[in-house]
Every structure is written in C-alpha cells, then in structure tokens.
C-alpha cells in the first residue's frame, strides 16, 4: 500500500512531489502545497505570517490540510492550485470577478497587493570582475 512516508522516503521526492502524487494518483487525502496554494491561503485568511518561514510553512500546511476535501483530494488539490494560478495571481488578481472576495480577508481589509509577505526578499548585489586579456 501507496503511504506518503514512502513516497517520501524516494530519492529526489520532496513533500510537495509526495503529496501530489499521493492525491492525484491514488486519491490519498494529503493537501499539495506549492506557492499558489500559500498565496491563497494566505490572502483569503488576511494572514501576514511569512509564506517562507518554517512557521509559516508549518502553519499554512495544516490549515491545506483542514481544508482539503478528503473525499477528493486530487481535484481539491488541482482545483485550489489553479485557482491561484490564473485568478489569485501573484500580480493583478482578478479579485473583482473572484466567486471568494465576500469570504476573502485580503480583499475585505485591502491588503491584496500586500499578501503574503515573504520574509526573505531576493537583494540583488552588484559585483565587478577585473580581467586581463594578453594577446600574443
Ligand atoms: S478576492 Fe482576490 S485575493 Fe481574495 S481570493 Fe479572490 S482573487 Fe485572491
């Protein structure tokens, strides 16, 4: 029998690729939590705890895993990451025509554009490389 411990247990299979193949290939009810299933969460909840901290990781998979309809976990699954992929999208959400916006905290407190807060946040450093060229 099909476990997520085995299936995490494979080489190169990280929790996402485990809970994934758990519910879309044997209907196993695990929640897959990728970043568009943390963004959702994240915005229709109003929560600023970080997506990409431990805590936050930690705090939004057990509540993907409170929500997932355990009688179809594939298609909850394929269902909210869509969902965050072409309407609760990272950039111009279409909030105003979202069947979620009554429900959705970001969208009632206006804090869309400002969820979810990622902690780390990518610097870019500008490095310069002194080179000679000798031509013979
Ligand atoms: S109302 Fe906007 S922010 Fe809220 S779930 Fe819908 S698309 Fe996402």
Request: proline content about 5%.
């Amino acid at each position: 029998m099909v476990t997520l411990g085995l299936l995490h247990a494979l080489k190169g299979v990280g929790p996402y690729t485990a809970a994934a193949i758990a519910s879309f290939a044997f209907d196993l009810p695990y929640a897959v939590v990728d970043g568009n299933v943390l963004r959702v969460l994240s915005r229709y909840t109003g929560d600023a705890t970080p997506i990409d901290t431990s805590a936050g990781k930690k705090k939004y998979t057990a509540l993907a895993g409170v929500l997932l309809d355990k009688d179809q976990p594939g298609t909850y699954n394929q269902a909210i990451m869509d969902f965050g992929a072409v309407i609760c999208r990272p950039q111009n959400p279409l909030c105003t025509s979202c069947v979620q916006r009554e429900d959705c905290q970001a969208y009632r407190t206006e804090r869309v554009s400002g969820l979810p807060i990622k902690e780390k946040i990518l610097r870019k450093t500008r490095r310069w490389f002194y080179y000679f060229m000798v031509e013979t």
